[in-house]
């Protein structure tokens, strides 16, 4: 196999596909044009925005009717809690801007009562009126916000396709999945995924292997995305996928940066952070990378700074990022970053030794 930094100098010379064509209708979450049947999520949405209103009069009410105010907060946290992508309509967005989310509220859901979430519900829903619901009303509700925000979502679903991709390159190539600790010890080649079904496996894994995965404690439990074996090797990797360079994106970035900067006691453990996306070709451009080696060489790792990268500093953010990228990979030698074309060259490095 080659040396880490050469694997990430292929993957800073050789462009992932960043655009992808496959799939150019996304998924489709309202009908094509609205003389067509509505679909599930838009029945749900319009009867969503008709309790808000209802909600509205009854709260303007000199003599507030609290039983049917209860009533319709109930049936509004019914669909909040089981109409799919519900998370889409103008109202779940909202819970953004008061430093909530969806997803925050479906994870603690269950913890909750009735009358906990009538209370939550309340509370969002006078606030909702007074700051969007008329404002709303007057340019007039549209199912095309569910789709808008489903084409927003897309990028999130690559995440996974990304996986699937590795997948696409590792099963050909003679890996299977693993669905029991005895398949786990006794196959050469396997893998697993530990953030989607295989939380269980990995965990017996890493006691079993006393690896320590440091990663893991630092990063609120955070399973990595695949795990990888060959013969005595084991590779765990991180995957992202990157469209741009905002926010945060760029916090998806670091975190992937300071994935490689783990190590175990044995030399056969390897940790690979695989970014597909636009990222690297960005770092090409704002780098000289054809003085990669000669920079490589000079690092002197006796003055490797520990903590975990930041923005904010003097370079440009690019430069960085860049030099610590480097300065992992010179002080693990066993860890690699990498994009799709890296992945998959290492790989088949991987299988040839």
Do not use: W
Request: glycine content about 4%; some cysteine; aromatic content about 10%.
């Amino acid at each position: 196999m080659k040396s880490n930094i050469d694997y990430f100098k292929y993957s800073l010379i050789n462009d992932d596909t960043i655009i992808d064509f496959s799939n150019p209708s996304g998924v489709e979450v309202i009908s094509r044009n609205k003389d067509l049947p509505q679909k599930e999520l838009q029945v749900a949405n319009n009867r969503l925005i008709e309790l808000i209103t209802a909600y509205k009069v009854l709260r303007e009410q000199n003599n507030i009717d609290t039983s049917s105010i209860k009533q319709i907060i109930l049936e509004i946290i019914k669909i909040l809690d089981d109409v799919g992508l519900i998370n889409y309509s103008a109202f779940c967005v909202y819970f953004q801007v008061l430093n909530y989310s969806y997803s925050a509220y479906k994870s603690e859901k269950n913890e909750m009562s009735d009358d906990e979430k009538i209370i939550l519900l309340t509370k969002i829903l006078d606030m909702y009126l007074d700051n969007r619901h008329n404002m709303y009303l007057s340019y007039g509700y549209s199912d095309q916000i569910l789709q808008v925000m489903s084409d927003l979502a897309s990028c999130r679903r690559k995440g996974k396709t990304g996986i699937q991709k590795i997948e696409s390159i590792i099963i050909p190539k003679g890996f299977r999945k693993a669905v029991s600790f005895d398949e786990m010890l006794n196959n050469k080649n396997f893998y697993i995924l530990p953030d989607k079904d295989g939380k269980a496996l990995f965990g017996e894994f890493i006691r079993y292997h006393n690896i320590d995965f440091t990663f893991s404690a630092e990063r609120d439990n955070k399973y990595p995305d695949l795990l990888l074996k060959h013969n005595d090797d084991i590779f765990i990797i991180e995957h992202k996928l990157t469209n741009g360079d905002g926010g945060s994106q760029n916090e998806s970035i670091n975190e992937i940066i300071n994935f490689i900067k783990q190590s175990e006691s044995k030399e056969n453990i390897h940790y690979i952070s695989c970014l597909q996306g636009n990222f690297i070709k960005a770092l090409a451009k704002d780098n000289n990378i054809q003085c990669i080696d000669e920079d490589f060489s000079k690092i002197d790792i006796s003055k490797y700074s520990e903590s975990n990268i930041k923005t904010g500093n003097k370079k440009n953010k690019h430069e960085h990022q860049y030099s610590h990228i480097l300065e992992n990979l010179k002080r693990y030698p066993q860890n690699y970053f990498v994009n799709g074309a890296g992945l998959e060259l290492l790989i088949n490095d991987i299988l040839k030794s």
